[in-house]
């Protein structure tokens, strides 16, 4: 008897956790302003995937850093400066392999093809939701930089200018 409680209670909280996930779509522009493709994230209060898809000729081939910034602002096409610097509530040093870091903008690298598109997941303990959260009061933004992210160099891992974004609100 004991053990069907605690298999129904089981079960229960796994629906509860599972009802508790948040999607967003985010289109990513270049530098232009031009669409280059879009972002699917899945997330809850445990964290949040993220799925790449750019068309060709978004990117110039090889590794790319991509960060989720502070702000979901991409209005400012030129350099993307409006999304201000990372998600990082804590306070804590740039880069995944940083002894004290990372900070909550902190992704791993992705990998844009010889033709410049990016099919891609990616994933982070980062939450969508709440005061800490991706989705939070202004939002968020994705930005892919010039360069890859070596995820320890401060404060971005040497990544360079930012060439893509798209706005998580």
């Known amino acids: 008897m004991r ?7 089981l079960t229960l909280t796994a629906g509860a956790a599972s009802a508790q996930v948040v999607t967003h779509e985010a289109s990513l522009v270049n530098n232009k302003g031009q669409a280059l493709g ?4 899945s997330g809850s209060a445990g964290g949040t995937v993220i799925r790449l898809q750019l068309k060709a000729g978004s990117l110039t081939p090889g590794w790319h850093g991509i960060h989720l910034h502070a702000v979901g602002d991409c209005s400012d096409h030129a350099g993307f400066q409006a999304s201000k610097g990372h998600v990082n509530h804590g306070q804590k040093p740039h880069g995944l392999l940083h002894p004290q870091g990372p900070d909550e903008g902190d992704l791993p690298n992705i990998f844009a093809n010889a033709d410049g598109s990016v099919n891609a997941e990616v994933s982070t303990r980062t939450p969508m939701t709440g005061a800490n959260g991706i989705k939070d009061g202004d939002g968020s933004a994705l930005v892919i930089h010039a360069s890859a992210d070596d995820h320890t160099t401060q404060p971005i891992g040497g990544a360079g200018a930012r060439v893509a974004c798209g706005v998580i609100k």
């Open 3 to 9: 053990i069907a409680a605690l298999l129904a209670a």
């Open 38 to 41: 879009s972002a699917k994230l």
